[in-house]
């Protein structure tokens, strides 16, 4: 099949194509993400287990948190640019394997100085999985319809906070004691199994690129191979300069990037590693209602990222998508510092923090993509996830810092939001409006029966119009 018969192709028959590839891959994607979140962030409910048999402080369980970021920032570029060499199945596959020893293996510690060790190859097992998947779904999805199906897999984060969260107490409740085996040992064996078993499941059912997808027709090909050649087309038109790490890193476009995910990695620090311990200091001490009052945040999460994700695509708006809900997350975390001692309030806020958090977390992951490209992508995306990570990394220490400073978590909150604000800032003023402006494909050609266009159907065009580039001016 040529690949100009994908012009042939109604916007109904494309939408559904594009859902065939979403239901073939996006399941297993966040299948895998989610357990990824569950056995980095479960230490926020082991600690209470690791507080009482090992003795461990906040101070221990921030820098823990922060050596799985120093792992991770280490070997997430090279994870990645292996990947774009070995192709996505078998990076996906190490990854999950080497997490899953890692994580049972933290059953062993003992003290600190094992707790960051453990902690640390964790970090290094993971990296490159997030910006993996990333870039695996730029190689199936034009940047056109990228932040739904990106939304879609972010979905993972919210679920294993909501899921994993309950689950987690659920585990060390009733498993603490077993076999002599403590609470948190039991949490660690368990939950290091599951990727193990998702490793042989992704081996026998990933293909790298659409071209070697068996379940694919030719015809199904050829319309994703057009779309991603237009895209590229559209992307080379507005960065021509773009070619490997040494070119990425002298374009600023890359950096500012990097500093907006300095935010948003301290708002997943907030979210994801802070929420149980802010539960915790309410005055809620029961690990399992710990685990079910932690859950009740990412539930809300997971509804408002869909409708922020579904309505940036419908606009191909992302600065703002990206902004606003970052604002709503540093207004709710100054007013967090001042009511901690109100359980039920606090989880309100939380549930707040959260909605804000996975909502912008979406949309700005979506950014990086639509205009870095092909050459530029594994190591762009990887790079601005790095950078993210240096402060995921840096926020938890200092978090616990000031805490031993004031004695006092609210300081350390407050000092977070300013880090958002920053973000925000970053965003708006270092990302123009008109580099992220992204051309229809066809668009006043390709009207279904209805007379919905393919912007109005989820598939927000593809990247030419009428057989030219459409330019920021022509588009707004």
Same mark, same amino acid.
């Given at each position: 099949?040529?690949?100009?018969?994908?012009?042939?192709?109604?916007?109904?028959?494309?939408?559904?194509?594009?859902?065939?590839?979403?239901?073939?891959?996006?399941?297993?994607?966040?299948?895998?993400?989610?357990?990824?979140?569950?056995?980095?962030?479960?230490?926020?409910?082991?600690?209470?287990?690791?507080?009482?048999?090992?003795?461990?402080?906040?101070?221990?369980?921030?820098?823990?948190?922060?050596?799985?970021?120093?792992?991770?920032?280490?070997?997430?570029?090279?994870?990645?640019?292996?990947?774009?060499?070995?192709?996505?199945?078998?990076?996906?596959?190490?990854?999950?394997?080497?997490?899953?020893?890692?994580?049972?293996?933290?059953?062993?510690?003992?003290?600190?100085?094992?707790?960051?060790?453990?902690?640390?190859?964790?970090?290094?097992?993971?990296?490159?999985?997030?910006?993996?998947?990333?870039?695996?779904?730029?190689?199936?999805?034009?940047?056109?319809?990228?932040?739904?199906?990106?939304?879609?897999?972010?979905?993972?984060?919210?679920?294993?906070?909501?899921?994993?969260?309950?689950?987690?107490?659920?585990?060390?409740?009733?498993?603490?004691?077993?076999?002599?085996?403590?609470?948190?040992?039991?949490?660690?064996?368990?939950?290091?199994?599951?990727?193990?078993?998702?490793?042989?499941?992704?081996?026998?059912?990933?293909?790298?690129?659409?071209?070697?997808?068996?379940?694919?027709?030719?015809?199904?090909?050829?319309?994703?191979?057009?779309?991603?050649?237009?895209?590229?087309?559209?992307?080379?038109?507005?960065?021509?300069?773009?070619?490997?790490?040494?070119?990425?890193?002298?374009?600023?476009?890359?950096?500012?990037?990097?500093?907006?995910?300095?935010?948003?990695?301290?708002?997943?620090?907030?979210?994801?590693?802070?929420?149980?311990?802010?539960?915790?200091?309410?005055?809620?001490?029961?690990?399992?209602?710990?685990?079910? +009052?932690? @859950? &009740?945040?990412? $539930?809300? !999460?997971? /509804?408002?990222?869909? *409708?922020?994700?579904?309505?940036?695509?419908?606009?191909?708006?992302?600065?703002?998508?990206?902004?606003?809900?970052?604002?709503?997350?540093?207004?709710?975390?100054?007013?967090?510092?001042?009511?901690?001692?109100?359980?039920?309030?606090?989880?309100?806020?939380?549930?707040?923090?959260?909605?804000?958090?996975?909502?912008?977390?979406?949309?700005?992951?979506?950014?990086?993509?639509?205009?870095?490209?092909?050459?530029?992508?594994?190591?762009?995306?990887?790079?601005?996830?790095?950078?993210?990570?240096?402060?995921?990394?840096?926020?938890?220490?200092? +978090?616990? @810092? &000031?805490?031993? $400073?004031? !004695?006092? /978590?609210?300081?350390? *909150?407050?000092?977070?939001?300013?880090?958002?604000?920053?973000?925000?800032?970053?965003?708006?003023?270092?990302?123009?409006?008109?580099?992220?402006?992204?051309?229809?494909?066809?668009?006043?050609?390709?009207?279904?029966?209805?007379?919905?266009?393919?912007?109005?159907?989820?598939?927000?065009?593809?990247?030419?119009?009428?057989?030219?580039?459409?330019?920021?001016?022509?588009?707004?």
């Amino acid at each position: 099949m040529a690949i100009n018969s994908a012009t042939e192709v109604s916007p109904a028959e494309k939408k559904r194509i594009y859902r065939k590839v979403a239901l073939r891959l996006m399941p297993l994607l966040v299948i895998c993400y989610f357990i990824s979140f569950i056995d980095r962030t479960n230490i926020g409910i082991a600690q209470i287990g690791l507080e009482r048999d090992l003795g461990f402080s906040e101070a221990v369980y921030a820098l823990g948190v922060s050596c799985f970021f120093i792992g991770f920032i280490i070997f997430e570029i090279p994870s990645n640019a292996l990947m774009s060499r070995i192709g996505a199945r078998k990076t996906i596959v190490r990854i999950m394997m080497l997490w899953g020893l890692v994580t049972i293996a933290t059953m062993f510690i003992t003290g600190p100085v094992t707790f960051y060790i453990a902690r640390f190859f964790l970090g290094v097992a993971e990296a490159g999985f997030f910006p993996g998947c990333l870039l695996f779904l730029s190689y199936w999805f034009p940047s056109s319809r990228r932040t739904g199906v990106t939304a879609i897999f972010f979905m993972a984060i919210p679920i294993s906070g909501a899921v994993g969260s309950a689950m987690s107490g659920w585990i060390m409740s009733a498993f603490g004691g077993v076999a002599g085996l403590a609470d948190w040992q039991w949490l660690f064996i368990i939950e290091g199994i599951p990727p193990l078993i998702l490793a042989g499941i992704a081996w026998l059912s990933l293909c790298d690129r659409p071209s070697q997808a068996v379940w694919l027709s030719d015809v199904e090909k050829a319309v994703i191979e057009r779309d991603l050649a237009d895209d590229s087309a559209t992307k080379g038109a507005r960065s021509e300069s773009h070619g490997g790490l040494r070119v990425a890193l002298r374009d600023p476009r890359v950096w500012i990037l990097g500093l907006g995910a300095c935010a948003a990695y301290t708002f997943a620090n907030a979210v994801s590693f802070w929420t149980p311990r802010i539960i915790h200091r309410s005055g809620i001490d029961d690990p399992l209602s710990l685990g079910l +009052l932690s @859950a &009740i945040p990412p $539930i809300g !999460g997971i /509804i408002v990222m869909l *409708l922020v994700g579904g309505h940036s695509d419908r606009t191909r708006e992302r600065r703002w998508h990206t902004a606003v809900p970052w604002l709503t997350g540093v207004a709710t975390m100054f007013i967090l510092a001042f009511t901690l001692d109100t359980p039920p309030l606090v989880v309100v806020l939380l549930t707040v923090m959260a909605c804000a958090h996975y909502s912008g977390l979406t949309v700005f992951y979506s950014i990086p993509s639509i205009y870095l490209s092909p050459r530029t992508a594994a190591t762009g995306i990887a790079f601005v996830t790095a950078a993210g990570s240096v402060m995921a990394a840096v926020a938890p220490a200092m +978090l616990a @810092a &000031i805490q031993v $400073i004031t !004695g006092d /978590i609210s300081v350390g *909150l407050m000092a977070s939001g300013l880090i958002i604000l920053c973000g925000v800032f970053v965003v708006l003023i270092g990302i123009p409006a008109r580099s992220l402006r992204e051309a229809d494909t066809r668009l006043c050609t390709e009207l279904n029966a209805d007379g919905e266009s393919p912007v109005d159907q989820g598939g927000r065009g593809d990247g030419v119009a009428s057989g030219r580039v459409v330019s920021g001016d022509e588009e707004r």
